[in-house]
């Protein structure tokens, strides 16, 4: 006999990553789950986890087991609440930065969410990185330097940073570049590129700044730029809508060429396993790809800097 429901535990154990995450999801306790994943080995004839420490860990086998049956038990998981009339759905959890949710994301998000009804989705906004081993979280998007060991990293998009300002401030591309130093200068502290970066790339020294107005978000400096207190310096991927629709303006003539990625898609290797992660990968990277085509960019991952 085919040990049906142990292999049900087996598959939400492996997609968590976790025992005790998968008792709270099947509302048993942890114990129940052990001795189903006990039951499977058994009638396997081979071990599918291990225990590393307080953490658990799929065996080359079960990592092989997982593989071969992960699509299928989906299938049968959501026919069966299909047939029960259940709603069909399930949770994807994503941690984003404030600034990628509200400028960039949130615009984008009901086309995912019309093409896959049946994933709810839950926008975490903070710009902490995600603890896997601890969050209940499915990936990230996460702002750096892309630098993440032992986690799977690929770039969102590439970003060129323009200085920006509102309209009644100075008309679009009619200042030389040190003409800048005589506004109020907007800052992302976070910002991987800063005005001193701007001036030294132009050969220009960054004394004679005015004033400055300092923000610990993005989203902050951008939204501050539209309401014409100083000149920012943003990446075109947080302030494209704003520039579209004429509420920024780019003042600089010429304005250097500064490409650099700065926002990451970053999950555990074993999240690429979920049917949801994978299936909002293949969406963000289509919508980024469109995205960077309608700006002229460089293939995402090349810097200019």
């Known amino acids: ?15 968590l990553n976790s025992v005790s995450a ?23 004839g081979t071990a599918l986890i291990v225990r590393v420490g307080r953490r658990i860990k799929l065996t080359e086998d079960g990592e092989r087991y997982f593989e071969l049956i992960a699509d299928q038990v989906e299938t049968i ?24 949710s509200t400028k960039w994301l949130l615009s984008r998000l009901p086309q995912f969410l019309q093409a896959n009804p049946d994933i709810d989705v839950r926008l975490d906004g903070t710009n902490e990185p995600t603890d896997f081993n601890r969050d209940h979280v499915d990936l990230d998007i996460r702002h750096g330097t892309g630098r993440w060991p ?9 970003e060129r940073f323009l200085p920006v300002c509102a309209p009644h401030l100075a008309a679009p591309f009619s200042l030389d570049p040190d003409q800048v130093r005589g506004f109020r200068m907007i800052r992302s502290v976070k910002a991987q590129v800063q005005w001193e970066k701007w001036f030294a790339y132009l050969g220009l020294k960054d004394d004679g700044i005015k004033s400055q107005l300092l923000f610990d978000r993005s989203h902050m400096a951008v939204d501050a730029a539209v309401l014409g207190m100083g000149m920012a310096l943003e990446s075109d991927l947080m302030m494209g809508q704003d520039l579209k629709d004429g509420r920024l303006v780019v003042p600089v ?15 555990p290797h074993t999240h690429m396993r979920r049917s949801r992660v994978r299936t909002f990968f293949d969406w963000i990277r289509a919508e980024a790809a469109h995205w960077q085509a309608e700006n002229g960019h460089s293939v995402a991952g090349e810097q200019s800097m």
Not at 79 to 99: C, V
């Open 1 to 15: 006999m085919i040990p049906f429901r142990a292999i049900s535990v087996f598959h939400q154990v492996a997609t």
């Open 22 to 44: 998968a008792a709270e999801q099947l509302c048993v306790t942890p114990s129940a789950v052990s001795q189903q994943i006990r039951l499977l080995e058994e009638q396997i």
């Open 77 to 100: 998981t959501a026919a069966t609440r299909q047939m029960q009339g259940a709603k069909t759905a399930t949770r994807l959890t994503i941690r984003t930065t404030p600034t990628v």
């Open 150 to 158: 032992g986690l799977h990293v690929e770039p969102l998009a590439v």
């Open 253 to 267: 003539r010429t304005p250097p060429e500064m490409l650099v990625t700065t926002q990451w898609l970053v999950c």
